[in-house]
């Protein structure tokens, strides 16, 4: 195994590509973006997914073939696991890019989520909100991501505009759930079944997308987390990194979605654990033993969005590291995070160099934000 | 700056390599061994050190020429130097691989060093231990390393075999200082005099092959190795990552050698430090802003000479990481290291775990030694 092909050519395949090269591991990307930000670290096919080329030249070369995302169409995955090594298998995909197969997912097996229903015309929803109750969250089923094909019901007005807004597709419609924070977990499991679970992160949003996630070490959902996230794992006989993210409702916790990849709120395992996502990854496509995913200390990432601080400012600030991803800046697109590991300091001084990181990346009422002051009372070291 | 030219493909490039990959740089490496264990990192040369067609392809494609050791000879990188950006550069090179000219440049620096003398001659060599006594040290000027080229003297009769031994070539002979211990520190230094220093390690060696060097935090003696290397640094307005050994005694650090280069010394900063000896250096030759050199926690890094233990083995011990180069098992030849860090634990489990894989390591005596008694009570958080 030493020639990886990658689905997809953006932050995540270029941050896989970065944890795989120092194992001799080569990389090629099929990714239709001509701009792929990875294709620096590899060969890049520029096609379309589903481009017969490109899917030749991809698997005469790769040994096994991942991808960074799961809005890559089905059937090319599907296609090319009839040619080649893929991970994880088109059935986990097929069902994490389906939000109602997804939520069917946890439902047989036994996993809590919020009340759903699915809904394929207008009279649907109707009908189905006079038994859910408002507020609700009406998503599309397929091609949601950062919060882009959902829409939030508030009253019964805004059903029909809703339905319009998300271009009258089959959706999902769920109950929206008074949650106290929401949390991801992610897992790591090999060929051989052996599973390594990262340390959980409180995450934090705005408008729609992942501004900062949070490991405080010793969460005390951590092992309601690892079940749940288990249960998935086994069902599909899984390989690879899955994340999972999860509302937590008082001590309970309800499955929100899975993605079957590496994840944005796991960004934080390349400083922060011992292995990353990314190896442990790649590791687990490859059949090398996994690497520990131990964190022993807290750690945060913060998103850059739109635009980049400077990098020597951020350098200023003992334990964070920039990644800046070579894209160029553009309103809402994800163009770097930071990682702030506390190996060295108080909690309080965490909080304080987590705050001014916060600012340089426009994150100002974050960085108000007492997280230490929550009810929930995190465990920190 | 994107493509690196190195001269010498073996693990310390190799190493470079798996530091520089995930920044987007590329790799080629000069190196007369067909088995360079670089090589599956970058593309190989493979060719003698000054061979022109080489250097040819070296110089169109390089941005910028390092180079992984100081025996390269030192025209070849004189004459590369002229042809495209190198660094560290040839005149920090030309020092350090005659320990007589390296001697005379401490000497110059007012760093004090054990007492020594050129010899070209048996009868020099008779005339001068008059006036220095025994026991002393005998080395080839250069080519030496791993314990190669040296030969102790401690009786006069050693004298004439010691010669015939090393060649009759031109030596330097030392004083043998009463040492303590060895330490050892790495600094950094960017394309405009910005410096980080690493934390000093303390070194063993056995049969003239470092086997141990351990990181233990806040060393009484890292305010003077700082300055001593320091001089060095600002002296040839260096470029790139430096070694500098050092003797002990008492209270007092006597300069033994140093290495314009990544050092074996200093491998436990992958895991153990912000940033690593090895992307330090390709940043500091790259004019890339260097990354902290901090470590929060004591850290050691095991030598595998000879032969490789299980990998899941070194794997079980918390805070572990092998690192295996790819080279075939041989007597004598470093075939990977073990990093430990104690992020999680006292100082007594960290000498445990050290314990357990200096055994696995084959240094049953190490393994038995208790570090942390010694008379210069170690500084442990």
Redesign the interface.
Known sequence: M?NIGVLGGGQLARMM???G????LDFMFLCPDQNACAA??GKHLNAPYDDPVAHKELTEWADVVTYEFENVPLQVVESLEQQVALHPSSSALAVARDRLSEKNCFRSLDIPTAEFAPVNTLEELTAVMKGMGLPAILKTRTQGYDGKGQAVLKKETDLPEAWEQLGKRPCIVESKVAFQREVSVIAVRDQKGETFFYPITENHHREGILRLSINRLNDPVQDQANATIRKILEDFNYVGVLALELFQVEDQLFANEFAPRVHNTGHWTI?GA?TSQFENHLRAVCGL?L??S?S??PAAMVNLISRLPD??QI?AV??A?PHFY?KAEKPKRKVGHITLTG??CTMEEFDKRLAALLQMAGESQLAGQKFLDTALKPQFP
Chains 1, 2 share one sequence.
């Open positions: 030493k590509a970065q944890a090269r120092p194992l001799g620096s670290l400083e011992q033993p690497g520990s131990q022993e200390n990098e020597n350098r003992p334990g590291t070579g190996d060295d």
